[in-house]
Structures are given as structure tokens and as C-alpha cells.
């Protein structure tokens, strides 16, 4: 008779064998889980009463979880600022800037990648849209192909590591769970919450190295092989109007990335309700970028946004109190009236989206990123639901305390099953999307290693950092796939392999340095968050 821990093992291949088949993954997760429930029930060695529980986690960990609504407002935040032309404008003013310096343009690559990784937090877009805008520009400029290319996969999975990533978000979610259930375990029924804010606050410092690091090799590359990465020459560098270029490109998004990170490392709002200012910002800065009519209405209602987070930060704008002060109805009243200032920019913006179709696409702009938005959104809380159904028959089948039992049994204790549990992860990032790995892995391994004293910031920063390194190795890395379909075809793969192959030593640097000093990833939560 097959034990529990030999249903656990094969139940958990015959997941992986249909996902890599190309099977749906939430019908996959849901359906392997049911037919398994069903094969221990029929040994007696699986209790269905187990699935009483599967309302209560389908609609309390997913369907009313605050923190999972930040998802599609950060999709949609990501998807419109992908269509109004960011990153083109972005692109071109950072070329003119660092254009007459050797390795200007991948310094440019770079920069604009971290930049759209702030932004959109979507790494197969920012990989196409950077590939499409910049890889032709560098080739033209007599760039080596596989420094190109390299340096372009290597800023678009900036979006797995810099904050607001919807990694991080999906990250935060189920570290959180599995840190609670694992300090109940050891008998601490009061254990201090990890929040998404916590998990953006830890991957900002390493994904801002992981930049500098990218930018020295390239510096590096200059310097060593002029040949691989020449300078612009300077007569064609229109230099008339540079600096309010660069200025009239970069404000707008980096205010729109300070406003949605600083009100949550700040404590002014919590990231689901950042995530709506960046939903709203977005709409408005799409309105400007792709219309020039109803700019001071936009301007007004960005204005207006900025004011309300600055007084609903400073003043107490509750209006059911006794004890209101004249400070405090002129906050209000100003708050009233930035409200309706702010509700006015975004029709405007939503009227102009609405009206405006964007390259060849026969819809207007706003229609295909509400329609990407649904789409990948409804992806994320399907697979929430078929994991939880998979999660529930490997736990009444004994599968977490089979995994504990297997990580607390390996040599080198705590280090020994952080190091299976990331290289497993590391092999799964080949194959399958960073959303079934968060979802359907990190509940199964996350409490098992948080009973061994593990920080949860620095355990979850150190998987998103693991996870991209992983999208940018050859030769499964899904960067990769995303770049070889929008390059020329005088790139080879060959090329995109050896360009990117520097990038994974120093990813790999960057993971050892955070396993080494974790204080990288947990020193800014504790200052900001104490």
C-alpha cells in the first residue's frame, strides 16, 4: 500500500509533469489535488471533512484579502504606463544625456529599466518594450549584440526585485501566512505581522545594488573593449532643450514612483491604497503623454492627488469628532476640495485614453489595458484557487510535516535546506511563472524554514532575487524567450546567451552577498517601519 509521504512526492510530480505538458495551471493544481484526495480517501489515509475548510481559505485568503487587491491595480498601473509612451520618451532623453559616453546607451538600458521596473513591475513588457525601442538603436550604433541584448534582459527583470513588483506583493501575502503559522507552531500566538510594505521596503536596497553592480559591468565593458560599446558622436546629439527633455520625460513617472513607494514606506497608506494612487496617477499621466488637449485639467488633479496624501498625512481628517479644531475643518474642506480637483484631472485623462488608439491595436487605450488588466488579474486569483485546493490535500496528507521532516533532516541545518529550498526554486523559475512558484512552493517550504529563526523580509527578498535570477538564465530563462521574440533576425540565441551570462554571475554575486549580510534586505524595514 502506497504510504503518505509517496502520494505527497508523486502528487507534487504530476503537478509539475502536466504544467511543463502545457496544461492549464489552476484546472492543473485543482484537478491533481481532487484525483489525489480521492486515491488517500481510497486508502484511508485522506479525510475529505479536510475540504471544510476551502471556503473559508478561498474567500478569506483570497477573494477578501485587502493585500490582493493591490494586484490588478498595480497591473493596471503597469499595463497603462506601458501604452503611453514612458519608456520611449524615457529612452530617448536618456540616450541623448548619456549618449556621448562610452557605454552611454547601456547605461541608458539600465537606468530606464530600473525606472520602468518601479513603474510597471511587469518584466515580460518592460523586456519586449526595451527590446522593440532600444536593441535596434544599439545594433545601428555598433554595439556588440550579446552586450545589447545582455544588458536588456538584465533591466527588464528588474521588475521581479524592485518595489512595487507584483512578486513582491504576491511574495508578502504568503510569507506572511506561513511566518503566522509558523510562530504558532513554536508557541508564539501574538507574532509581529510582515507586511507587503515590509517585503518593499527589504528588496528596494538590493534592487537598487543589483543597478549599480549591472552599471560597473558595463563601465567595465567600456573601458576594457571600447569596441563593444562606442559613444554617440556628438554632433548628432541635438543638445538644444536637453535638460527639459530629460526633465519633461523623467518627472512625471519618478513623482508617480515616489508617491507610490513613499506612502508606503512612509506609513501614509497602506500598499493596496498606493497602488490606487499609482492606478489614478498612471490614468493621468497617459493623458498627458498621448493628447495635448486637457493638460491643466490633468495637471490640476495630479496636484490634487499630491495634496490629499500630504494632508491625510498631516491632519486628522475624520469628520465625526467633537473635538474638530479650525485647522482641522480647513483640512477638511481643502481635502473637499482637492477631491473634486482630483476626480476632474481623471475624467479628463479617462476621457482622452478612452478616445485614443495606440499604434495598430483597433481598440482605444484604456479598453486594452482594462482588458490585459481582467486578464491577467483573473490568471492570479484562479491559480489562488486551484493552490489552495492543491495545498489543502498535501497538508491532509501529511506533505508539510514530510518537507519538515526532509529540510530539518538535511546537513548544514539551517543554511543546508535554505540552499535545497532555493536551488529547487531556482530550476522550477525554468519552467514555470513566478505565480504558480509563489503560490503553489513558497506555503509549502516558507513555514518549515521560518521555524528555523529565519527572517521573513530577508527569506522573501532573497526568493525574488532568486526567482530573477533564474528568469535570466539560460537556457529556459523566460527573459530570454521574451527578447528572442522581438529581436532581429541578425541576432542569434547564441548571442542572447552570451550576453546575459555576465548579468547571471553577478545576479549570483548579488544573492550571495544578501545571504551573507542579510542586513541589506532587513536594515531600511526596521529604520522605517519601527
Avoid at 503623454?289 to 490633468?298: A, F, N
Avoid at 482605444?364 to 489562488?384: D, G, N
Wanted: aromatic share 8%; net charge neutral.
Amino acid at each position: 500500500m502506497l504510504s503518505k509521504e509517496t502520494l505527497d512526492i508523486t502528487m507534487f510530480a504530476v503537478v509539475c509533469l502536466f504544467l511543463l505538458a502545457g496544461f492549464p495551471v489552476a484546472f492543473t493544481l485543482a484537478g491533481t489535488g481532487l484525483v489525489f484526495a480521492g486515491i488517500g480517501a481510497s486508502m484511508g489515509i485522506f479525510d475529505f471533512s479536510i475540504f471544510g475548510a476551502l471556503p473559508s481559505r478561498i474567500f478569506g485568503n483570497a477573494m477578501t484579502n485587502e493585500v490582493l487587491i493591490a494586484v490588478p491595480l498595480f497591473v493596471f498601473m503597469g499595463v497603462m504606463l506601458e501604452r503611453s509612451k514612458v519608456a520611449e520618451e524615457l529612452l530617448d532623453s536618456m540616450s541623448m544625456l548619456f549618449g556621448s559616453l562610452r557605454g552611454g546607451l547601456g547605461f541608458s538600458v539600465t537606468i530606464v529599466g530600473a525606472l520602468l521596473a518601479a513603474s510597471t513591475g511587469i518584466v515580460g513588457a518592460t523586456v519586449v518594450t526595451m527590446g522593440l525601442l532600444s536593441l535596434p538603436t544599439m545594433m545601428k550604433r555598433g554595439y556588440s549584440k550579446s552586450l545589447a541584448c545582455g544588458s536588456i534582459c538584465a533591466a527588464g527583470t528588474l521588475g521581479q526585485i524592485i518595489p512595487p513588483s507584483i512578486v513582491l506583493v504576491l511574495l508578502g501575502d504568503q510569507i506572511s501566512n506561513a511566518y503566522v503559522d509558523a510562530q504558532r507552531a513554536i508557541g508564539n500566538w501574538s507574532p509581529e505581522p510582515v507586511s507587503v510594505g515590509d517585503l518593499f521596503a527589504g528588496a528596494l536596497l538590493p534592487g537598487l545594488t543589483l543597478v549599480a553592480m549591472y552599471i560597473g559591468y558595463q563601465i567595465l565593458m567600456a573601458w576594457l573593449r571600447p569596441q563593444t560599446s562606442p559613444a554617440i558622436p556628438e554632433e548628432e546629439i541635438n543638445v538644444d532643450g536637453l535638460a527639459w527633455r530629460i526633465a519633461q520625460a523623467m518627472l512625471p513617472p519618478v513623482i508617480l514612483i515616489i508617491a507610490v513607494l513613499g506612502s508606503i514606506l512612509s506609513g501614509i497608506a497602506t500598499p493596496t491604497e498606493a497602488a490606487s494612487v499609482g492606478a489614478m496617477g498612471s490614468i493621468m499621466l497617459a493623458g498627458v503623454r498621448l493628447s495635448d488637449t486637457g493638460k491643466k485639467s490633468i495637471y490640476l488633479g495630479a496636484a490634487s492627488l499630491l495634496l490629499l496624501l500630504i494632508l491625510s498625512n498631516t491632519l486628522d481628517l475624520r469628520i465625526s469628532r467633537d473635538d474638530l479644531t479650525h485647522a482641522d475643518m480647513v483640512g477638511i474642506a481643502l481635502a473637499g476640495i482637492a477631491t473634486l480637483g482630483m476626480m476632474w484631472g481623471v475624467f479628463v485623462s479617462l476621457r482622452q485614453v478612452l478616445r485614443i488608439n495606440v499604434g495598430t491595436s483597433p481598440h482605444p487605450v484604456l479598453i486594452e489595458v482594462m482588458r490585459t488588466t481582467l486578464k491577467i488579474s483573473s490568471m492570479v486569483f484562479v491559480i489562488l484557487v486551484g493552490a489552495s485546493v492543491f495545498s489543502l490535500v498535501f497538508r491532509g496528507l501529511g506533505g508539510d510535516e514530510f518537507v519538515h521532516r526532509i529540510l530539518s533532516d538535511l546537513p548544514g541545518g539551517k543554511w543546508g535546506a535554505i540552499s535545497v529550498v532555493m536551488a529547487v526554486m531556482f530550476v522550477l523559475g525554468f519552467f514555470l511563472d513566478f505565480i504558480e512558484i509563489t503560490i503553489v512552493v513558497v506555503p509549502i517550504v516558507a513555514p518549515v524554514l521560518l521555524k528555523m529563526d529565519v527572517n521573513p523580509v530577508w527569506l522573501g527578498v532573497m526568493m525574488a532575487m532568486n526567482l530573477q535570477t533564474s528568469f535570466l538564465t539560460p537556457p529556459f530563462g523566460f527573459a530570454l524567450f521574451y527578447l528572442r521574440g522581438v529581436a532581429p533576425r541578425e541576432v542569434s540565441t547564441m548571442d542572447i546567451y552570451r550576453g546575459v551570462a555576465p548579468f547571471v554571475l553577478i545576479q549570483i554575486i548579488g544573492l550571495l552577498t544578501l545571504a551573507a549580510f542579510p542586513a541589506i534586505a532587513t536594515w531600511l524595514p526596521t529604520i522605517v517601519f519601527q
